[in-house]
């Protein structure tokens, strides 16, 4: 349920994932890189802005009566209050330099983001954390595969470009969250199937011998008013398919964020999200899969995976950049803090 009307543009392929592509011939590339992902804490990120926008009015407007040397102190303030906003977006990354030679079936996986996905109807949790767990086991069932991850909210995009690096996928799923209410503009369960038709294509393309499957997590509620795309058309592309539903008929309330305690409203009262199973039913049956309704109790029974070559023993390794970015803000203050004892004694001395 996504009752706002605020339209955010968003690019298939965002600035945060690299982009690869296959070599002619039919011959899978090497991919090389890593994820670049992002986790903001928001209200740090705030906060951080607006200090260093009051610390550069501060500089800009009193560098003109003060020494070199408070001048400098000043814009150190500016630089940490800076390098905090890098801190407060948790910069990170995951290595996806593994060898699409090795890769196994080629899997492509709808997400469902928009705000009704938040609803605490699953298990007492959001129906993202089960979306969560089940892109983890995935991960770890069909290490081999290679994975293109696509989210639907107001907009479809690719959210993992092709990756059989497991640890690429487990570090999208722990960040994957929903869409704000202030940003939503509906739900279409059937948004992100021509762009899954365009992937599988490719895949076929690229690797004409490999298994091919869909996968389509979500609630199911369709609230705009225009019927949702089929999804029959994909049943000749896809090897099978699989539709898991996540939360229950007599629904629940939706933070307006993860880890809010707000909740979404409508005339002052929380707004109730109620998941349609019979829709992805439908779904299931338009592309020839099977429907799942998903509960905290149970596990996702996944294809066989097959591979005529060991998968890489080495999995790739996440990195945190943000303790980089906080050490050079500790830098900067310890520089003002020097500049500014100096600048000081030297008032003093020109007192006595």
Same mark, same amino acid.
């Given at each position: !349920?996504?009752?706002?009307?605020?339209?955010?543009?968003?690019?298939?392929?965002?600035?945060?994932?690299?982009?690869?592509?296959?070599?002619?011939?039919?011959?899978?590339?090497?991919?090389?890189?890593?994820?670049?992902?992002?986790?903001?804490?928001?209200?740090?990120?705030?906060?951080?802005?607006?200090?260093?926008?009051?610390?550069?009015?501060?500089?800009?407007?009193?560098?003109?009566?003060?020494?070199?040397?408070?001048?400098?102190?000043?814009?150190?303030?500016?630089?940490?209050?800076?390098?905090?906003?890098?801190?407060?977006?948790?910069?990170?990354?995951? +290595?996806?330099?593994?060898?699409?030679?090795?890769?196994?079936?080629?899997?492509?996986?709808?997400?469902?983001?928009?705000?009704? #996905?938040?609803?605490? +109807?699953?298990?007492?949790?959001?129906? !993202?954390?089960?979306?969560?767990?089940?892109?983890?086991?995935?991960?770890?069932?069909?290490?081999?595969?290679?994975?293109?991850?696509?989210?639907?909210?107001?907009?479809?995009?690719?959210?993992?470009?092709?990756?059989?690096?497991?640890?690429?996928?487990?570090?999208?799923?722990?960040?994957?969250?929903?869409?704000?209410?202030?940003?939503?503009?509906?739900?279409?369960?059937?948004?992100?199937?021509?762009?899954?038709?365009? #992937?599988?294509?490719?895949?076929?393309?690229?690797?004409?011998?490999?298994?091919?499957?869909?996968?389509? #997590?979500?609630?199911?509620?369709?609230?705009?008013?225009?019927?949702?795309?089929?999804?029959?058309?994909?049943?000749?592309?896809?090897?099978?398919?699989?539709?898991?539903?996540?939360?229950?008929?007599?629904?629940?309330?939706?933070?307006?964020?993860?880890?809010?305690?707000?909740?979404?409203?409508?005339?002052?009262?929380?707004?109730?999200?109620?998941?349609?199973?019979?829709?992805?039913?439908? !779904?299931?049956?338009? !592309?020839?899969?099977?429907?799942?309704?998903?509960?905290?109790?149970?596990?996702?029974?996944?294809?066989?995976?097959?591979?005529?070559?060991?998968?890489?023993?080495?999995?790739?390794?996440?990195?945190?950049?943000?303790?980089?970015?906080?050490?050079?803000?500790?830098?900067?203050? #310890?520089?003002?803090?020097?500049?500014?004892?100096?600048?000081?004694?030297?008032?003093?001395?020109?007192?006595?």
């Amino acid at each position: !349920m996504d009752p706002g009307r605020r339209r955010l543009a968003l690019r298939r392929a965002g600035p945060r994932v690299p982009r690869r592509g296959d070599s002619d011939g039919g011959r899978p590339a090497a991919s090389k890189g890593g994820l670049m992902t992002v986790n903001p804490d928001w209200i740090l990120l705030v906060v951080a802005i607006l200090a260093t926008l009051a610390l550069a009015a501060i500089a800009i407007t009193a560098q003109r009566h003060s020494s070199p040397r408070s001048t400098a102190a000043m814009w150190c303030r500016v630089l940490a209050a800076l390098l905090l906003v890098a801190v407060a977006l948790r910069p990170g990354s995951a +290595d996806t330099s593994r060898s699409n030679e090795a890769a196994g079936a080629e899997i492509v996986v709808i997400v469902d983001r928009t705000t009704s #996905m938040g609803a605490t +109807d699953f298990n007492g949790t959001s129906r !993202m954390s089960g979306v969560t767990t089940d892109l983890i086991s995935l991960a770890a069932a069909m290490p081999s595969a290679r994975v293109t991850v696509i989210t639907s909210d107001n907009q479809a995009r690719i959210a993992l470009p092709p990756s059989t690096d497991p640890a690429a996928l487990r570090t999208l799923a722990e960040t994957l969250g929903w869409r704000e209410t202030v940003n939503a503009t509906g739900t279409d369960i059937g948004l992100a199937e021509p762009l899954a038709r365009e #992937m599988l294509v490719k895949a076929r393309e690229s690797r004409p011998g490999a298994k091919r499957y869909l996968v389509y #997590m979500g609630d199911g509620e369709q609230t705009t008013s225009s019927p949702p795309h089929s999804f029959s058309d994909l049943s000749g592309l896809i090897d099978g398919g699989l539709v898991l539903g996540y939360g229950t008929s007599s629904g629940g309330t939706m933070p307006i964020r993860p880890g809010a305690t707000e909740k979404v409203t409508r005339n002052g009262i929380a707004a109730v999200s109620r998941a349609n199973p019979q829709a992805l039913r439908t !779904m299931a049956g338009q !592309m020839g899969g099977r429907f799942t309704q998903r509960d905290a109790a149970s596990k996702v029974t996944w294809w066989e995976n097959p591979l005529q070559q060991a998968a890489d023993p080495q999995p790739g390794r996440n990195r945190h950049w943000a303790w980089w970015f906080a050490a050079a803000a500790l830098a900067c203050e #310890m520089a003002d803090a020097w500049l500014s004892v100096r600048a000081w004694r030297r008032m003093r001395t020109e007192v006595a």
